[in-house]
């Protein structure tokens, strides 16, 4: 469960490359206080986590 603090505000250090200019993006993405980071092969995947991140808690009581 998020805390509330995690529902009203996130922060993330996101970095982007690839290797060659006809690579994939890669990514890794930190969290604001450094004590977590998600490395991510491709853009695609990077989207999915924040959508899964910054997406409204469910009510697993219902």
Do not use: C, I
């Not at 603090?5 to 969290?31: G, I, K």
């Not at 004590?35 to 219902?62: C, N, Y």
Request: net charge negative; proline share 5%; no cysteine.
């Amino acid at each position: 469960m998020k805390s509330v603090d995690d529902q009203l505000y996130q922060v993330f250090l996101l970095r982007l490359w690839r290797n060659r200019t006809d690579a994939p993006w890669r990514a890794t993405l930190e969290s604001g206080e450094g004590s977590t980071q998600h490395h991510f092969a491709t853009v695609q995947e990077l989207a999915r986590f924040l959508e899964t991140a910054v997406a409204p808690p469910t009510d697993d009581s219902q």
